[in-house]
Structure formats: structure tokens, C-alpha cells
């Protein structure tokens, strides 16, 4: 083991045959042993392939008998209430889901302000392996076409126009910074990151990133292409890193470029949300707006938990729901965009009312949270208490003039008119990491069906909101709409006399501050988050991205889905299995594929390695010679 601490091949060889060996027979019994456990106690599990993926599940012992109050209208709740008619078998007017705004969708959402202009606080990237969300999209019919569902709609969109960027960061002005592709690690950041890769969660709990990678790796591509895609920082959760890197190990290839990337055709609200509401409603779901709940009364005897009332604000007046054993609460505790603080072109977004720890969501988490005995239903300061750690800002720039277009498409290589992918994904300016930390990108257009098609949406967003631009000498956070366009078409290389009077005349930016977007990537332990069913829980559950349920990652669209998923099927005893996290990290040919992009797509052969590593390296290759492992390794690409 010392011999393979001090040199990168072998160790990655060596882990990798570790892997093979000891993770997958781990994986192995560890689910075996969840089966039974989890059978005598509660009837949720795991499962994988097609067997169950196609069955429909018999109709759940006392269904009629349910009722069930969602709290939150995000991706997390409408799921929950779409897995209790489908395949709870509740009906649906026995369902209500309750939100405080006047339209579905927490933080997948998408609008236009008739005043304003178009406001698009974020966006979502799928994988091909969300396996949770398709399961529900594949019966949720497309609103274009009710002939096909939205997986249909979906996949054939990007069978038809696949995802790639032709310019993932770009430097002076415009030009390309040519990462080409490359992760450009050094060997101890390739070492540091296999060994976070192969550390035990409970090892890193309350730990950063930065405790855990050494300063080389802040130098990296990797480090650029991860902390622009995902959102992470260098303070950010070492855990989370860590279950990032096992979720999506098979997409390592296609980080550089996202080719491991699909979109949707509209924006998240369009051709996410609204399907699934019409869905609801067309099975006669209830979706009851102005309800500001404030609490959940939870009564504990002897660990056996029974949520008992609901109390909310509706019109400025108290009122409360009575429950019963029979009445399912889902509670979506937390929220990323909680306190969102929103500008236009003329007026930069408020945020003098944002303070650590302020927040509808957390007001309520932190009420639940305060009647547990043991800490069962997480820790919501833990998340919340550090905005200038967990925020970030957004924009989106309309514009139709021709001289900006042009700009775009002399980086970017594609007509964003043509209703294609553009960009492809963001595009990192990489000289902007000490300044704003800016990226950008536009998504096939037009990305709402009311936009007009010679209209082009830009979404605009920065890492970091404290510090001065590179063109615009204020921080972003106190800029108008109109400045932070002209940071960005600074970028894009507008001409230095045009700029302001472009950004001015020819766009129209709307902003948006988001204190808590990244409030889920805080340090933690296991339990600051609550499960999604609580120990001794009978008939509540909690959704969304501040639940704890294992080996799945937050801040996606499957982490949401998967929660409503888990959470119907323990509290309505479905037999059914849910789709387990996909298991790369546990295959062999992919790890052995991600240790080869990792390295740049280099033999094993043609790294630098003293005569030691060398006489280690050959050792391990006879070893492996005339076996499977050899055809993997060939096959990986890491040796001729």
C-alpha cells in the first residue's frame, strides 16, 4: 500500500481491481441485507432491471381510506402526489397539495413579467440514468402531443439534437480558452481525488472540499469544468463531492463537453412542471394556492410518530388541518431559492432583508424540527446559517440584435435561432474566476412557447456576487440588470464603445439573488438531514433536497423525484421496488474508463513514472495478462 500511495498508475490500476472485488461485493450484500431488513420493518426497497421497472403494483391495503396533504408544489411534492395516483392508488380528490404562491413548481420555474421581461432563475441538466424520474415521466403525457409522454418527447428531442458544447470556457474577450477537453490533473490531485472516491461517508462529515484536495487541484480543468457545472465551492461539502464523483463516474468523460448532458425543449416550468399539473388535475388533484403552512404537529409516544395537525396561513388568518392516522402528510422542508430577491434592467435585486437563517421553508423545518426528541427530523441551521456561503446569482438577457448574435455565434459556432443546442451548456469565462467567476449559457430557443422566434434568451450566472467585475467596477449583487449585461457582453467581446449603449438599447436583463442556492452543499453529518421517512414515522415524510436518502445526489431534478417516490412507497406500503441509484461506481469498466479520461486519455505506458512505479506497473500488468481484467484494461484504453 505504500508503494501505491507514491505513484498514480498502479494506484489507480490497483484501486480499480480493489473496486471490482471488494465495493461490488459490498454493494452486493449491503442490498441483499437492506432487502430483508427493510421487509420485516417497512416495505420500501430497492430494485433494478425490468421485472418490477414494467409491473404495476396491486392497489395498497387501505388506499380508499387515504387522504393526503403535500406541503410544497416543487418537483419533490407534485412527484409524491403523482406516485399516490398512479400507483397508490389514491384518489385523487383525496389528494391536496398546498402552496403559497399562486403557481406550482418551487424552484423549477420559468416566467414572463409583462412589465419586466423574462425571468429564468435556473435551469436543469438530466442524465440518461435518472432513473426515478423517468418511471413517472414515461405516463405523464407531453402537452404538445397527449399521444406520447413526456419521456417520448424527451428522448426523441435529444436522439434528434444531442448535446454538445463547442466552446466550454472562453478568455479575452470571446476567445476560446482552449481547455480541449482536458482535466489537466497532476498526479497528487488524481491520488486525492481516488482516495475521496474510495473514502467512507462517515469520514467526511462537517468536512470541506478543501480538507480534502490539495491546492494544486483549485488549478485544474477539472476543477473548472466541476465547480461551474455543479455549483461547488472550495468550502463546499467534501461528502457531497464525494457522492458526486460516484454518481456521475460515468459520465466523466463527458464533463468537458456535456455530451453527458440532455435538456429539455422549453424551460424547466414548461416542459416539466406543467405536464405533471395537468397530469394532477386531469386525475382530479386538488392544487389549493395562498396556503402558507407554518407548522406540522408531530405527537411522539414512545418513538411511535403521528403527525395530528396542519397549521397554516391563508388571507392574513390562522387556521389548521386536523389529521388522523389515515391522513398521509408530505413536507418539503427547505427550499434553494427561499428569500429569492429579484431585479429588472433599471433596478438591482433588493437584499436588505436577507439575513442567515431567514426563510418561510426554514421557519417551518426549524418549527418541525424543534419537536424532535433525538434530532430525527435534521438540522436546518446547519444549511442556512451562512448565506454568503450558499449564494449565488442569476440573469436572463432577450435580446434580437443582429451585431450581439453574431458575437454569440463566433463563440459558441452554432445560430442560437435555428432552435437547436447552442451553446451546449455554460460557457465558463475563465478570466472572470478572480472577478465574478461568470458563465452563460442558451438553451435550444425559443425556450418559452410565447417568445418570439427572432427573440434569443441568454442565462447569465456568477459564482461570486461580493466582488468587482472585470468591466462593471460593482459587485454583482448590487448591479442593475442593465450592468450586468454589459459585464457580460464585455465578455462576449462587444466593442469597448458599444457596450453600454447595447446593453442599454438593445437588451433587456432581468436578475435575480438567491441567498440559499447552494445551501444544500453546506458541511454536514448524515443526520442534519431527516430521512425521508423518519424512524417510528406512521404517516408523514419529508421531500425534496434537504431529506436523507442514500447514494443519490442533490441538486437534481432525480434527487426531488426520488424523495416523492421513497415516500409514498414506505407510508402506503406499495410492492413495488424503487429503482436503485445507478451503480457505476460499482462496475468495473466504467471506473477503469473514468481513470483513463482522468489522465487525459494516456496508456498507462506513456505516464510519467519513475523506475519503481514502472517495475510495479509491469508487475500488476503480467498479473492481469490472459485474464478479463487485460480485455477491460484494453478495451478502457489504457493500454494498446
Known amino acids: 500500500m505504500q508503494t501505491i500511495s507514491r505513484f498514480c498508475a498502479y494506484h489507480y490500476l490497483k484501486i480499480m481491481l480493489i473496486l471490482m472485488h471488494i465495493e461490488n461485493r459490498r454493494a452486493r450484500q449491503g442490498s441483499l441485507a437492506t432487502k430483508i431488513n427493510e421487509k420485516e420493518t417497512k416495505p420500501m426497497y430497492y430494485s433494478a432491471g425490468t421485472y418490477e421497472a414494467f409491473a404495476k403494483p396491486e392497489k395498497p391495503e387501505g388506499a380508499d381510506r387515504k387522504s393526503a396533504y403535500i406541503i410544497g408544489t416543487g418537483l419533490a411534492g407534485l412527484s409524491a402526489a403523482f406516485y399516490l395516483v398512479r400507483d397508490g392508488q389514491v384518489k385523487g380528490e383525496r389528494i391536496h397539495l398546498l402552496e403559497k404562491l399562486t403557481l406550482a413548481g418551487g424552484s423549477c420555474d420559468g416566467r414572463k413579467d409583462v412589465r419586466k421581461g423574462f425571468y429564468m432563475r435556473g435551469g436543469r441538466e438530466m442524465d440518461n440514468h435518472f432513473e426515478c424520474m423517468w418511471d413517472m415521466y414515461r405516463d405523464v403525457p407531453s402537452i404538445e402531443n397527449p399521444e406520447i409522454s413526456v419521456l417520448d418527447e424527451y428522448y426523441w428531442l435529444n436522439k434528434h439534437d444531442p448535446n454538445y458544447s463547442l466552446c466550454r470556457a472562453s478568455e479575452k474577450r470571446g476567445q476560446d480558452a482552449h481547455t480541449d477537453k482536458k482535466f489537466t490533473l497532476d498526479k497528487m490531485s488524481q491520488m486525492a481525488l481516488t482516495k475521496l472516491f474510495m473514502t467512507p461517508e462517515k469520514e467526511l462529515e462537517d468536512k470541506k472540499i478543501s480538507e480534502v484536495l490539495p491546492d494544486s487541484f483549485w488549478e485544474t480543468n477539472f476543477w473548472l469544468y466541476w465547480q461551474t457545472m455543479f455549483a461547488f465551492q472550495r468550502w463546499s461539502s467534501a461528502l457531497e463531492m464525494k457522492r458526486y464523483l460516484c454518481r456521475f463516474c460515468h459520465h466523466i468523460d463527458g464533463l468537458p463537453d456535456f455530451t453527458a448532458l440532455r435538456f429539455t425543449k422549453y424551460n424547466q416550468y414548461e416542459s416539466m412542471i406543467l405536464p405533471l399539473v395537468k397530469y394532477l388535475e386531469n386525475h382530479g388533484v386538488k392544487v389549493e394556492y395562498g396556503i402558507d403552512v407554518k407548522n406540522v404537529i408531530i405527537k411522539d409516544e414512545d418513538g411511535r410518530k403521528v403527525a395530528t395537525q396542519i397549521v397554516y396561513e391563508k388571507n392574513g388568518e390562522t387556521d389548521q388541518i386536523d389529521l388522523v392516522e389515515d391522513d398521509l402528510v ?236 421513497e415516500a409514498v412507497y414506505t407510508l402506503l406500503n406499495v410492492d413495488r421496488g424503487v429503482p436503485e441509484v445507478w451503480g457505476s461506481k460499482y462496475d468495473i469498466r466504467e471506473l477503469l474508463r473514468a481513470a483513463y479520461y482522468a489522465i487525459d486519455k494516456k496508456k498507462l505506458s506513456e505516464l510519467p513514472l519513475s523506475f519503481k512505479e514502472k517495475i510495479a506497473l509491469k508487475i500488476a500488468l503480467n498479473v492481469a495478462k490472459g485474464t478479463d481484467v487485460e480485455i477491460l484494461l484494453r478495451e478502457s484504453g489504457l493500454i494498446e
Not at 359 to 387: H, M, R
Open 330 to 565: 408530505f413536507i418539503t422542508n427547505g427550499c434553494c431559492t427561499d428569500t429569492s430577491c429579484y431585479g429588472d434592467q433599471n433596478t438591482a435585486p433588493d437584499i436588505s432583508n436577507v439575513k442567515n437563517g431567514e426563510g418561510e421553508s426554514w421557519d417551518l423545518w426549524k418549527n418541525i424540527a424543534s419537536q424532535a426528541k433525538n434530532g430525527e427530523y435534521g438540522n436546518p441551521d446547519k444549511f442556512c446559517s451562512d448565506v454568503e456561503a450558499t449564494n449565488w446569482m442569476s440573469a436572463t438577457v432577450e435580446t434580437s440584435d443582429e451585431e450581439i448574435i453574431q458575437r454569440i455565434i463566433s463563440i459558441c459556432k452554432r445560430d442560437p435561432r435555428a432552435g437547436k443546442v447552442t451553446t451546449g451548456g455554460i460557457v465558463t469565462v475563465k478570466d472572470s474566476t478572480d472577478n465574478w467567476y461568470l458563465s452563460w449559457t442558451i438553451n435550444r430557443q425559443p425556450q418559452f412557447k410565447s417568445q418570439n422566434k427572432d427573440t434569443v434568451l441568454i442565462w447569465v450566472y456568477a459564482l461570486t456576487t461580493n466582488k468587482e467585475g472585470n468591466y462593471v467596477k460593482k459587485a454583482m449583487r448590487d448591479c442593475t440588470g442593465e450592468e450586468v449585461c454589459r459585464e457580460w457582453l464585455y465578455h462576449i467581446g462587444a466593442p469597448l464603445d458599444k457596450i453600454d449603449e447595447w446593453a442599454k438599447s438593445r437588451c433587456n436583463t432581468t436578475t435575480c439573488f438567491m441567498p440559499y442556492i447552494n445551501a444544500f452543499f453546506q458541511p454536514r453529518k448524515e443526520k442534519d438531514r431527516p430521512l425521508v421517512v423518519p424512524k417510528g414515522a406512521v404517516n408523514f415524510a419529508f421531500l425534496g433536497q434537504f431529506t436523507e436518502t442514500p447514494r443519490d445526489t442533490i441538486f437534481t431534478t432525480e434527487y426531488s423525484i426520488r424523495t416523492g417516490m
